[in-house]
């Protein structure tokens, strides 16, 4: 009875953390009302995905740069980061910046 009720706890635990992760992720991930401004960002060579994901978060494309990382990582796509200049907008999908 004990070690039922400890198993129920923590997938009560997990589904809790679970769920507050995809509520932040929604709300992270997901574009904008209204386009913004156009924002260029350079990537230069030896850049990280993080560090430019800390730049679109500091320049207001995205509200997180974690989840552009870890959505990065589920995709694949952290590796392919490529060096050059390249124009993104608020209301960009993460999508649509993971493909540029």
Request: glycine content about 4%; proline content about 3%.
């Amino acid at each position: 009875m004990r070690q039922k009720t400890l198993i129920e706890l923590v997938v009560i635990l997990f589904l809790s953390v679970l769920l507050i992760f995809l509520v932040r992720a929604y709300f992270a991930i997901k574009p904008a009302p209204e386009a913004g401004a156009k924002v260029v960002i350079v990537v230069k060579p030896g850049e990280r995905l993080i560090d430019v994901a800390r730049e679109l978060e500091e320049k207001g494309i995205i509200s997180d740069h974690r989840l552009l990382v870890a959505l990065a990582k589920l995709k694949r796509a952290e590796k392919k980061i490529q060096v050059g200049e390249y124009e993104f907008s608020q209301g960009d999908s993460v999508d649509k910046i993971l493909d540029e």
